[in-house]
């Protein structure tokens, strides 16, 4: 049986208007890590591996731009962000047992967990110290984005093995682990560019919705993507007994024997137990579903977009809501 991929375009985001921002903000993150490169240069030198769409950082930079008010602040939260992001992928790996990201060996693959955990560890510590050089608000908005982050991954791990997760969960579990940083990246970029309350509230909505969007995304191409491609390792969410979205529809959706079945499969690790999900999958629909659910957040986010005024940067917003959805990578 032949599997198809939902459909995903390649074609990267391009972040002209904010460039020179970015590479600002790249050299405050390099500033922030040099006094550690004596001991563990070679260790600092594989995290520009982790340094790929930087998504967060520009999301951040593109929103303060559209609102005219784009200031060296910006460059520093927007360190910080991505800061935050890399320790979450360090992490991340170990977790997940990866072994690849971004066509290269992982953190854990080459020193091992204790170091990954550490490293990831420093990372978060380093970007409070650089937060707290812009404000006490900064602070506490990137303090409560970090506790929603960590609290959702660790939802996720103590709900591994949980057969019986509802979409309600794992919705839950994505607003934390994925959606609270990019929104987080949303609203510092507009209330540093002096953007009221009820715009920060809409664009760190638009950041929410297109983090649940790229999520579910990622859990898709996790069940379907082509690992050479995505440039990680993927299977990692079944092969753990983490139920994703599609999973979940699929289990509510078959016959209740055959779905006990599947979760004994699950649970047991079955060999060729990827092949009968993806299955279950095609005949339940629930790779389409998933996709509707994605396009529906997107659509959400792009509409929160109004509040700001119409541009280029506005613009390139708009083209990361349909890019989170259909990517390949």
């Known amino acids: 049986m032949t599997i198809v991929a939902p459909k995903a375009v390649s074609k990267p985001l391009v972040f002209a208007p904010v460039a020179a921002d970015l590479d600002e903000a790249d050299r405050i993150f390099d500033r922030t890590l040099a006094g550690y490169r004596s001991p563990f240069g070679q260790l600092i030198d594989h995290l520009r591996h982790y340094r790929g769409k930087r998504l967060r950082p520009a999301l951040l930079l593109l929103t303060a731009k559209a609102l005219n008010g784009l200031t060296p602040r910006h460059h520093t939260l927007a360190a910080a962000v991505e800061m935050i ?20 060996p992982t953190v854990n693959a080459g020193w091992g967990n204790k170091v990954s955990i550490l490293l990831g560890d420093l990372l978060f510590t380093l970007a409070f110290h650089l937060t707290s ?25 103590t709900e591994r093995g949980n057969l019986e997760l509802t979409e309600a969960d794992y919705l839950a579990v994505i607003d934390g682990k994925t959606a609270a940083l990019t929104a987080c990246a949303a609203r510092l970029g507009a209330l540093y560019a002096g953007a009221s309350e009820a715009v920060a509230d809409r664009l760190a909505d638009f950041g929410r919705n297109l983090g649940r969007a790229f999520q579910i995304a990622d859990d898709l191409l996790d069940l379907v993507g082509d690992e050479a491609t995505a440039g990680k390792t993927l299977g990692t969410d079944l092969r753990q007994q983490k139920l994703t979205l599609p999973v979940i529809h699929c289990l509510n959706r078959l016959p209740p024997a055959e779905a006990a079945g599947l979760r004994s499969a699950i ?12 299955d279950a999958l095609q005949r339940t629909s629930s790779l389409a579903y998933a996709r509707r659910k994605a396009e529906e957040f997107a659509r959400t986010a792009r509409h929160e977009l109004d509040c700001l005024p119409r541009g280029e940067c506005r613009t390139i917003l708009e083209a990361m809501t349909d890019w989170s959805v259909r990517r390949d990578r």
């Open 85 to 104: 992001h890399t320790a979450t992928l360090v992490h991340d790996d170990v977790l997940d047992e990866a072994e690849l990201r971004r066509h290269v």
């Open 133 to 157: 050089s812009v404000d006490r608000q900064a602070c506490e908005i990137i303090g409560e984005a970090t506790n929603r982050v960590c609290a959702g991954e660790l939802r996720q791990v």
């Open 267 to 278: 649970r047991a690790g079955e060999p060729r137990l990827a092949e009968r999900v993806l």
